[in-house]
């Protein structure tokens, strides 16, 4: 499997402010995905993050929400924007088709955000 | 669309205990099933997958899980558990030839000593 890191790996943030997430693969895949994990809840998928063109979102989350971006094959970005504490949550890249050829997800370590 | 259920969401074990998590799932196609771990502090593992084939699966530190399609579950067993799987378990669903993973809710195990 890749080694995939978040940045931050936590933070605390204000009401109505952005935060922007990375996610770094040491390894090109073909697919990234961003999770949300709400406190005592599962993971649901936010939204397809697709190389080259804007991403594919899940039914209830907007680009203008959570615009991700993709330029390469190793790194995709995850904005919260316009916070508030309702978007507390942990937030989960994931990864698949490594050069191997797998078609399995892996995960990152996600980033803890707390909204105040 | 696909949803997973998963029944157990707290269990307690001592160690050497048996365990069975249970999973089932709605889809009607076919599907690839996935268990995920997540140890205290650690991020979401790969526990084990089904895809097709022997529908008895067996994973990393001793797990395995079955599937049994006329009752669309995938649980997860092990013959003795150790204090060091105490952790959450996730049951996952994906579409054969699609991306989208559903997760089931979760499965908090506490093994005792």
């Known amino acids: 499997s890749a080694v995939i890191s978040q940045k931050p790996s936590r933070d605390i943030c204000q009401r109505g402010t952005s935060l922007t997430i990375q996610c770094q693969v040491d390894?090109?895949?073909?697919?990234m995905f961003w999770y949300r994990q709400q406190p005592g809840q599962s993971l649901t998928l936010i939204a397809t993050a697709n190389q080259g063109s804007e991403a594919t979102y899940e039914s209830g989350f907007v680009i203008d929400k959570f615009p991700i971006s993709r330029p390469n094959l190793t790194f995709s970005t995850l904005t919260v924007s316009n916070m508030s504490p309702e978007d507390s949550s942990i937030y989960l890249c994931?990864?698949?088709?490594?050069?191997?050829?797998?078609?399995?997800?892996?995960f990152g370590p996600g980033t803890r955000l707390t909204v105040l | 669309a696909q949803s997973v259920s998963q029944h157990n969401h707290h269990v307690i074990l001592s160690e050497a205990a048996s365990l069975e998590l249970g999973c089932n799932y709605s889809y009607g196609g076919t599907v690839n099933l996935f268990w995920y771990v997540q140890y205290p502090g650690q991020h979401l593992q790969l526990l084990l997958k089904?895809?097709?084939?022997?529908?008895l699966v067996k994973g990393i530190k001793g797990f395995e899980a079955e599937f049994i399609k006329s009752k669309f579950s995938f649980n997860l067993r092990k013959p003795s558990v150790q204090w060091s799987d105490t952790a959450e378990y996730f049951c996952?669903?994906?579409?054969?030839?699609?991306?989208?993973?559903?997760f089931g809710t979760g499965t908090q195990l506490k093994v005792e000593l």
């Open positions: 994931s990864v698949e088709g490594l050069v191997m050829g797998t078609d399995t997800q892996y």
């Open positions: 996952a669903v994906r579409p054969g030839g699609g991306n989208k993973l559903t």
């Open positions: 390894s090109q895949v073909t697919m």
């Open positions: 089904y895809f097709s084939g022997d529908p």
